[in-house]
């Protein structure tokens, strides 16, 4: 017997164990009856298997109750069988739900708004492309490495909400086949498009890298995720997803180029993900390809924080001002709340 808030579901078994305790006969002479195993009896009793057209007709024969009698008890079982299973799995999938942001999700235009939860429910199954929410449970994205500060179960649902957004404007992109050898090539190519205006590097990253087989796409902020970017493959392209969080051009840069790195060193495709060790990697990729290590370290070196002498080393190295400033707060070597001023603010359009 099978059980939900609003249904019960009775097997045929049932009514055949009536039928043989009225008789007084065992499911071992009965087994024999119908010229079937005792396991199978067992299983039919149960409502272990499906009662088909041929048992039915042996039913007939054997307890004198009409064949049309036994399939129509299976059909009304296995109808109520899949309301109750329908229900169980939306009374789960209300509760994942509830888990989820869905409100800024409609704020970005992603989902469709509702107040009651079975539709919520259902425009999130559609959104994933999932027929029950308790799959998320499982790993959708699976080999993604990502840049983000904390780990939380809020993080990882808004990573899995953010991540399916990535993959469904990815598909839009057309993409040649994966060459990491000629984005190793354009690596010079993407720093010096830090010097640029949004509006004018924006079009041309996301061409020079669907050359590389690389689908760029940028995706607004969900809170709580504390995300920055995330790769992972998706089919025969590469996906790289970055937010607009916090708006800062080191902030941009250094996620782009880690995310980079994570291809370039082969980081994706793990199935749990990326280690520590990987993220550590990138880290070193990004800050030591945006700011050249010796050319960093000379300039720390002086111990010369001033404006100027940003500026001026900013210009030497080919890099936007505001990508010093964020390193040096960053490492310690001036306060957070010191030249500011110097940084670049992003506006990107999704």
């Not at 010079?188 to 996301?206: A, E, G, S, V, Y």
């Amino acid at each position: 017997m099978e059980r939900s808030r609003s249904f019960i579901a009775t097997p045929p078994g049932a009514t055949i164990k009536e039928q043989l305790v009225d008789r007084g006969m065992n499911q071992k002479e009965f087994a024999a009856r119908m010229g079937m195993s005792e396991k199978h009896i067992s299983k039919l009793i149960n409502g272990d298997v499906q009662l088909t057209i041929d048992v039915a007709r042996r039913l007939e024969m054997v307890l004198g109750l009409s064949a049309q009698f036994w399939c129509n008890l299976e059909s009304i079982y296995r109808e109520k069988l899949a309301k109750i299973n329908e229900e169980n799995a939306m009374d789960e999938d209300i509760e994942i739900a509830k888990k989820m942001p869905y409100k800024e999700m409609v704020q970005n235009g992603w989902i469709d708004d509702s107040s009651k939860g079975t539709d919520k429910v259902i425009n999130l199954r559609k959104y994933f492309e999932v027929a029950q929410l308790s799959f998320l449970q499982g790993t959708l994205v699976p080999g993604i490495a990502c840049r983000k500060l904390s780990e939380t179960e809020k993080s990882d649902l808004a990573l899995i909400v953010w991540a399916q957004k990535a993959k469904i404007e990815a598909r839009k992109i057309v993409t040649k086949p994966i060459d990491i050898a000629t984005l190793i090539r354009e690596i010079p190519q993407i720093r010096k498009m830090t010097m640029m205006n949004p509006t004018d590097f924006c079009p041309k990253l996301i061409e020079l890298l669907a050359n590389c087989g690389i689908a760029m796409v940028f995706l607004p902020h969900i809170g709580g995720s504390f995300l920055h970017g995330a790769t992972f493959m998706d089919g025969n392209k590469i996906v790289v997803g970055l937010t607009v969080r916090g708006k800062d051009a080191d902030k941009f840069w250094f996620s782009l180029f880690h995310e980079l790195a994570h291809i370039i060193y082969g980081h994706i495709g793990n199935m749990d993900g990326t280690t520590e060790d990987d993220e550590k990697c990138a880290d070193e990729y990004a800050k030591n390809t945006l700011i050249p290590e010796k050319d960093y370290d000379s300039f720390v070196g002086n111990n010369e924080f001033t404006k100027i002498s940003m500026i001026d080393f900013a210009k030497k190295v080919g890099i936007d001002v505001g990508i010093v400033v964020g390193r040096l707060q960053k490492e310690g070597h001036i306060q957070y709340n010191w030249h500011n001023d110097l940084k670049t603010k992003y506006v990107i359009t999704t």
